[in-house]
């Protein structure tokens, strides 16, 4: 088509995977061109502003490992930066990688289409513009598309009302108004302490209590500052070796069963003090057996009965339902004593459900809460949202979301069969989201351009994941999941929390080092369980 752009790789997303997918492939010296729907790069750490927003894996551990240099000359403040400080650093990643140029932002891919005669891609973008690539590497995001329009009679709330993760840019000044947060997952357990300190009144709409762990956060300590400046290619390494990819989680290599009820509290304690995911790591077993977990779960409730003084509302912060781990564990600064406040007050959906949202406030069964303004903490279609978003068609023009529509399939999460050329960063089937993103973006990134390369080198135009390798994986990966406590709960990882959804457990738990090793071995042999052509 005259006046088309061309490049040899498109890439959709501007977040921690879109930029370093670009330094790869400009480094190759492959024409590569990035749109992002936002007006900034940065991905999550642009779009969720809410107050309190910041990392839950140390920064040290949350951040690119790639460039040494850029490792010595960036200083983080903050033992858990905040969003503005992830913001700052990715910008920083864009301007001294020099990747801006190749980056086009308020530009949103609505389709793509593979030319099985021409090989290439036809990608779609806001305004109808079509662009060619041979490759389409979708670093759209696991928790990019929020979930929305839940209640009925929301654009009848007469205040104002903001989802975490689309927050105004200059802030929100919650200074006497009475407000609603909705939700109690890592978003809300981050925002309502700030929030509380502010506004007038907060009450708080819990539909299932999470676990929620201190980050026991400060500024990075000279000492600690100075280790990882010694030591941080042995530590990097050590993550990567990691099954969560995050060294600071350390397993314990025993099982919790066998340890006497004194030696458990004294190791779970340890790791509370340490804080953050540490307390996963205090035995082998506990996300793999219900009642070896149950032993961290009954010392988290008495953690919860110590801190909150109202024993009615500590009962209600309990989980009970759902083994701890199996939704993403949240890692707090007050979140707990927060309801030890007199201006914050908690509802249980779980007994009065949300009816609706009406002028002046949230709506239960029991009543009518009347509000200033409502915080909808309510989470992302995560996962396979912002992939369904985009009208993606492979051979035979096949929709991506007829072959999904009984839950997402692929091969290692890179690929899915019957759509060449199609690469997905941290896709369902990978250890993603239950892996620091940050170790599992650059090992999927560096697959990937390697890949590219390799094909270029071989003169290859198409490679796509065979429907026996993808079968066999797909099977692994729900295999290993009912090993575990994870399919227990109703969680996002099981695409529970958006109504209709097929429930299916999206990531792969196997642990990140036999991930790689794997995806290694499969690139070493050939791209083994690829049709490469
Ligand atoms: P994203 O950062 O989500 O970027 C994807 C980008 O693609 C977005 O900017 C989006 O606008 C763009 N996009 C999507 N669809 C289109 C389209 N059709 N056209 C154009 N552009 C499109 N992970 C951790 O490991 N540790 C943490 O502490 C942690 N904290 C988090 C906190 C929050 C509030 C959230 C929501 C997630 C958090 N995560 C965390 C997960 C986090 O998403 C990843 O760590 C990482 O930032 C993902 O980077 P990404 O580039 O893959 O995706
Ligand atoms: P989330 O974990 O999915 O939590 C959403 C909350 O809203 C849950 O309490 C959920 O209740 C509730 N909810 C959803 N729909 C509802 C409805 N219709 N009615 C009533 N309540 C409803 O979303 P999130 O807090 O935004 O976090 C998503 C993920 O992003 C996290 O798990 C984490 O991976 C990442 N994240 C990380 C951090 C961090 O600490 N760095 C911060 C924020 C987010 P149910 O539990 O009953 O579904």
């Not at 105004?168 to 108004?177: A, K, L, S, W």
């Not at 300590?221 to 995050?246: K, L, M, S, T």
């Not at 912002?386 to 051979?395: E, H, M, N, P, Q």
């Not at 941290?426 to 990134?445: D, F, K, R, W, Y």
């Amino acid at each position: 088509m005259a006046g088309q752009a061309t490049y040899d790789v498109v890439i959709v997303g501007a977040g921690f995977s879109g930029l370093y997918m670009l330094h790869r492939l400009k480094r190759l010296g492959v024409s590569a061109r990035v749109y992002e729907a936002g007006p900034s790069v940065g991905g999550t750490w642009f779009w969720n502003r809410y107050p309190g927003a910041r990392v839950d894996i140390e920064s040290q551990e949350y951040s690119y490992s790639f460039s040494p240099e850029l490792d010595d000359e960036w200083v983080w403040s903050e033992r858990y930066a905040t969003q503005p400080e992830l913001l700052r650093y990715l910008n920083h990643v864009a301007d001294r990688f020099d990747l801006r140029g190749d980056i086009q932002l308020e530009t949103r891919v609505t389709a793509s289409a593979w030319d099985e005669d021409a090989r290439r891609w036809t990608v779609t973008i806001d305004g109808g513009e079509t662009i060619s690539a041979r490759w389409c590497v979708m670093a759209t995001g696991c928790l990019s598309v929020p979930k929305g329009d839940e209640f009925p009679g929301e654009r009848e709330f007469r205040g104002p009302s903001w989802h975490t993760s689309r927050w105004p840019e200059d802030g929100v000044d919650f200074t006497g108004m009475t407000v609603a947060v909705i939700g109690t997952g890592s978003s809300a357990i981050q925002a309502i302490p700030v929030i509380a300190a502010q506004a007038r009144h907060v009450t708080v709409f819990q539909r299932t209590p999470n676990f929620s762990v201190p980050a026991h956060n400060g500024p990075v300590a000279a000492d600690v500052a100075a280790d990882w400046a010694a030591n941080r290619a042995a530590y990097r390494a050590q993550a990567r070796e990691a099954g969560f990819g995050i060294r600071a989680v350390a397993m314990d290599d025993t099982p919790a069963l066998e340890a006497t009820p004194e030696q458990r509290k004294a190791a779970f304690e340890a790791r509370w003090t340490y804080g953050g995911f540490a307390l996963l790591g205090a035995y082998n077993d506990l996300v793999l057996d219900r009642a070896a977990n149950q032993t961290a779960v009954d010392f988290m409730a008495d953690k919860i009965r110590g801190i909150v003084n109202d024993p009615a509302t500590a009962e209600k912060l309990i989980p009970r339902t759902y083994p701890i781990g199996a939704k993403r564990l949240c890692v707090d600064t007050g979140y707990y004593a927060t309801f030890n406040r007199p201006n914050v007050s908690l509802v249980d959906i779980a007994d009065e459900p949300i009816e609706g949202i009406t002028p002046a406030g949230v709506k239960t069964s029991a009543g009518e809460y009347a509000v200033d303004a409502i915080v909808y903490a309510i989470g992302f279609d995560a996962m396979t949202g912002a992939l369904s978003k985009i009208d993606i068609r492979g051979r035979g023009g096949r929709r991506l979301t007829e072959a999904w529509s009984a839950g997402p399939r692929t091969y290692l999460g890179l690929m899915t069969a019957g759509f060449p050329n199609l690469f997905l960063v941290t896709g369902p089937g990978s250890p993603s989201v239950l892996c620091n993103m940050a170790v599992a973006i650059e090992q999927h990134v560096e697959w990937i351009s390697d890949c590219i390369a390799w094909m270029g080198e071989r003169q290859m135009g198409a490679i796509e994941a065979s429907e026996p390798a993808q079968d066999a994986w797909v099977d692994h990966v729900n295999e290993v999941a009912n090993g575990t406590v994870y399919p227990q709960a109703d969680s996002w990882y099981m695409g529970a929390n958006v109504p209709g959804k097929p429930r299916v457990f999206m990531p792969y738990i196997g642990g990140f080092p036999v991930y790689r090793d794997k995806c290694a071995e499969v690139a070493a042999n050939g791209y083994e369980g690829f049709h490469v052509g």
